[in-house]
């Protein structure tokens, strides 16, 4: 497909702009242009750009008037002078927005400046040996998916028990849906010789957005049974997180034998409304709680994980929004994961992009609740993270669109036959080659914590503060009045 060819109208001049909805007179006019992959506005007081990939829906407020809507949380309201100039403009943006090649939709694609590409900062072998894997009777197997034959989803290298690469690959790949297995994430080796291992349940099956197991055939219940025997020998037992609606009885009768926590967390269906809400008010009304509830709920679980693993001595599987828990029980386990690098690149690949998680439908809620989180984290201990909110707002922005490849591709198979490893430009390379790219990040009250972060002491509903810079960005926010509501939760804390 010929790009050129969507293009009805690739200069408009005249054109005024809100990007504020409560501004009460637009910017003096300017110049909008349509490339390839961007559109650029540009006036003397005012200037924003914005990847076509990153547009959400589009709104005819008038015959010349016309609000774009990005997946980030932003509002840009354009004013033509002429009603076949807002026409055109729309058409050519809805054609360019629904590119879903990402060799056509991202701009730089296979171009990159292979002096700016260093060697992979990121590598999933040497970050399991980091967290001291693998445990007794386990092994780091490099080539159990080799081929993408037991999931689309993982990388190549996987921690399974000594032995069991050809029992996995013939006996339960053809048979599970999708081929995912348990996957150990995080392992701990407590000073007793006990070792504990965080993992995440086996392929998704949809039921109110949740995780959870289905189990339709003994073959695949033998194989459960007898993965599940293996990691609860490490500490000699396990539990498993799950939800309280668990209504396949098979499936929970096989799993009698580990401990249960079953807790009620919203679907994602539920959050996206939540979220919508949110954007749609001027303000975080009293009424709509449902969001911040959520980040209450899940602060409680993490910190239900922590005590089992931690002071339980039980392994832990996670089938509740798995990427979520498991990625903030790692932050407040370990100090590494609270520097730059351990957020951009090893729980964003290893607990993420390696994991299964599709950044490619959005609006990627279970990602934003995980960034809300963790802001809430860096208001509770000031001075344990390398990073301030800007990080978060900036990884948001990019995971929807951007000009990196990192978020490309539904699976680990996507991207390698895209060729996303070699032929894009990546998030954290590119950055660290500005030199100062990722200063502009730092926190300057940092001082490395190496303890454990105790979130359940933190708990409280007042302290769970809104984050108005990300879902309102497009409002007039009061910065003053965000700090001051920060600092009285310091302050309480």
């Known amino acids: 497909m010929e790009l050129e060819s969507l293009i009805q109208i690739p200069h408009v001049s005249g054109v005024r702009c809100f990007q504020d909805l409560f501004e009460t007179e637009p910017s003096k006019p300017g110049t909008l242009l349509i490339s390839l992959h961007i559109l650029l506005f540009e006036s003397p007081n005012c200037k924003f750009q914005v990847i076509h990939r990153a547009i959400e829906k589009f709104q005819s407020v008038d015959e010349r008037t016309l609000s774009v809507i990005t997946k980030d949380f932003n509002v840009y309201t354009l004013i033509f002078e002429e009603e076949l100039e807002c026409i055109q403009v729309l058409a050519?943006?809805?054609?360019?927005?629904?590119?879903?090649?990402?060799?056509?939709s991202l701009a730089f694609y296979c171009k990159p400046n292979r002096a700016c590409q260093p060697v992979e900062v990121f590598n999933e072998e040497q970050e399991l040996l980091w967290l001291e894997f693998p445990p007794p009777d386990w092994e780091i197997c490099k080539t159990a998916n080799e081929n993408f034959a037991i999931s689309d989803c993982y990388s190549k290298a996987l921690v399974i028990p000594t032995g069991w690469q050809d029992v996995v690959r013939s006996n339960l790949a053809p048979t599970r849906e999708k081929g995912r297995v348990p996957r150990p994430t995080y392992h701990h080796r407590h000073r007793s010789g006990k070792h504990v291992m965080l993992l995440t349940a086996g392929r998704p099956s949809e039921s109110r957005g949740i995780f959870h197991f289905r189990l339709?055939?003994?073959?695949?219940?033998?194989?459960?049974?007898?993965?599940?025997?293996r990691v609860a020998a490490l500490s000699g037992s396990a539990t498993l997180i799950t939800v309280t609606n668990f209504r396949d009885k098979m499936a929970r009768r096989d799993y009698d034998h580990w401990n249960h926590i079953r807790v009620n967390l919203p679907s994602e269906e539920d959050l996206s409304h939540a979220m919508d809400d949110i954007r749609s008010k001027s303000t975080w009304l009293s009424g709509n709680r449902k969001w911040l509830d959520a980040i209450w709920s899940t602060f409680v679980l993490v910190s239900d994980v922590i005590s089992l693993l931690r002071g339980s001595l039980s392994s832990v599987m996670v089938e509740v929004y798995p990427h979520l828990v498991n990625s903030l029980v790692q932050i407040c386990l370990e100090s590494r994961y609270r520097t730059t690098?351990?957020?951009?690149?090893?729980?964003?690949?290893?607990?993420?992009?390696?994991?299964?998680?599709?950044?490619?439908?959005?609006?990627?809620?279970?990602?934003?609740?995980?960034?809300?989180?963790?802001?809430?984290?860096?208001?509770?201990?000031?001075?344990?993270?390398?990073?301030?909110?800007?990080l978060l707002i900036y990884l948001h922005s990019n995971c929807h669109a951007s000009r990196y490849g990192d978020f490309l591709g539904a699976t680990e198979r996507e991207r390698e036959e895209l060729g996303i490893r070699d032929g894009t430009l990546k998030i954290w390379t590119y950055e660290f080659e500005k030199g100062?790219?990722?200063?502009?990040?730092?926190?300057?009250?940092?001082?490395?914590?190496?303890?454990?972060?105790?979130?359940?002491?933190?708990?409280?509903?007042?302290?769970?503060?809104?984050?108005?810079?990300?879902?309102?960005?497009?409002?007039?926010?009061d910065r003053r009045k965000e700090a001051m509501e920060t600092k009285c939760v310091a302050q309480v804390l």
């Not at 050519?92 to 056509?104: G, K, N, Q, T």
């Not at 390696?354 to 208001?379: D, K, W």
């Not at 940092?446 to 309102?472: D, M, N, S």
């Open 92 to 104: 050519s943006l809805v054609a360019l927005s629904s590119v879903s090649d990402p060799r056509e």
């Open 216 to 229: 339709q055939e003994s073959q695949f219940r033998d194989f459960d049974h007898d993965y599940m025997r």
């Open 341 to 390: 690098y351990g957020l951009v690149c090893s729980i964003l690949h290893k607990d993420w992009l390696h994991a299964g998680y599709n950044f490619t439908s959005p609006p990627c809620t279970e990602f934003t609740l995980f960034l809300h989180c963790v802001r809430q984290l860096t208001i509770w201990f000031p001075s344990s993270f390398e990073y301030t909110e800007s």
């Open 436 to 477: 100062t790219g990722w200063k502009r990040f730092s926190n300057t009250r940092y001082a490395p914590f190496k303890g454990v972060l105790q979130p359940r002491a933190r708990i409280a509903p007042e302290t769970i503060l809104p984050w108005p810079r990300l879902f309102l960005k497009h409002k007039a926010v």
